[in-house]
């Protein structure tokens, strides 16, 4: 199962903080749970400042407990170390199945 996330960060520098340092720290806390990241991007819109990743569940697993799992987790804790989680100012996520003729499965 794939799964969009968006992160709306509340200035531009808190964007490059968590772009560049936690959520890049968050790739191999990840893969030590078998998600992979397929892509990273940020957006800088008018006034909006977010982060956009597409990430991918392993089969059999509840996304949902996974995930909730990996935020509980140590490795996780050390990934967001220094950051002022109340920079992020909204998440929004949406599940979503690849097509028959998606190029990424």
Do not use: C, N
Not at 8 to 23: E, I
Not at 47 to 61: F, K, N, S, T
Not at 64 to 91: K, N, T
């Amino acid at each position: 199962m794939f799964q969009l996330r968006i992160y709306t960060l509340r200035s531009p520098d808190a964007l490059q903080q968590y772009a560049t340092v936690h959520w890049a720290r968050h790739l191999a806390t990840f893969e030590t749970f078998g998600v992979t990241t397929h892509g990273v991007w940020t957006e800088r819109t008018g006034a909006a400042h977010r982060l956009v990743a597409l990430i991918r569940y392993p089969p059999g697993d509840d996304p949902q407990q996974l995930a909730q799992r990996i935020m509980r987790s140590p490795e996780f804790a050390a990934d967001m170390a220094g950051f002022d989680v109340a920079d992020i100012v909204d998440v929004e996520t949406k599940f979503l199945e690849a097509t028959q003729f998606s190029p990424i499965h």
